[in-house]
């Protein structure tokens, strides 16, 4: 038996449920039963508008760059449906980043940068966390638990 | 303003004020400060004006004049004592800015140093922390 053959049919229907599911996705984020798609589109191009020249915050803050921002733009759309929207920020390192907020403590704070990395803190209470995630067009589910957390 | 020819070392029950010439660095939906206000970049200072022996006038006055310089709106300010730094292990220093070329005179002027250079999350994390224990002030001519 052709395991190769097998092995790579099962990858390719892989593959090809995978990226139905994305774009059922983005098709689902696109349409009217979901507003959050539009508000968030808004506040991501107002951000891009006032941070991409060196220097928006008066500190010398590095410009956000292209790559950043479509990286924000995919982990945007890469959000489950039902997910509170977050508010788009940027740092002066040239990144943006999203943030779930209830209360000064009770934040998660979110950076996505153009060398694919998620760079992450939370105040929960009385317990903090923090770190850095690779981002692979997915958001990591270290970061999915983080937002319920936050609104639990 | 502090004396430049006799600058105390920052205390730690000193207020010290972060000048904010971004509008996204203020949340909108509370009036309170994002934590991106508090990251520091370049290299490894975060610039803050010290309350100490200045009246409400004069911090004012030297937040317009760094906005002027930068050709930018100032938006408010955070205002944190500054032993909301020294938990978090970062240090301050006094660092008066006196016939600077490009920067307008400020004697209140010091440094958060000791940020965690290789580690943006920690970063963050310490931001969060400092903006939560901050107070935005909003300059009188939007308030």
Partial sequence: MNY???????????????????????????????????????????????????????????????????????????????FPGPSI????????????????????????????????????GSSNTCGTETYFGEVPESILNLVRRVYS | MIDPCHVPEVESDETLARFILSSRHIRSSDDTISPNAFIAHPGNELSVTRHRDATEDEIWNAGRAVAEVQQRRLHGRGDVVAIAFLQRGLALQAAPVIGHARLPDNPNHANVTGWPKDDKGRQRLHALEIVAQSRLVRPSDIR
């Fill in chain 1, 89 to 124: 920020g940027a740092d002066p390192h040239g990144h943006l980043s999203v943030e779930w907020y209830r209360s000064p403590r009770r934040v998660l704070s979110v950076s996505v940068s153009d060398d694919d990395l998620l760079h992450y803190a939370a105040l929960l």
């Fill in chain 1, 4 to 82: 190769a053959g097998v092995i790579h049919g099962v990858s390719e229907t892989a593959r090809y449920i995978e990226e139905k599911v994305r774009e059922d996705r983005r098709h689902l984020h696109k349409s009217f039963a979901f507003g959050i798609e539009s508000a968030l589109r808004d506040d991501l191009a107002a951000a891009w508008e006032e941070c991409k020249q060196p220097n928006w915050d008066g500190y010398n803050a590095l410009p956000v760059s292209q790559d950043v921002l479509r990286n924000m733009y995919t982990f945007l759309e890469a959000l489950p449906f039902g």
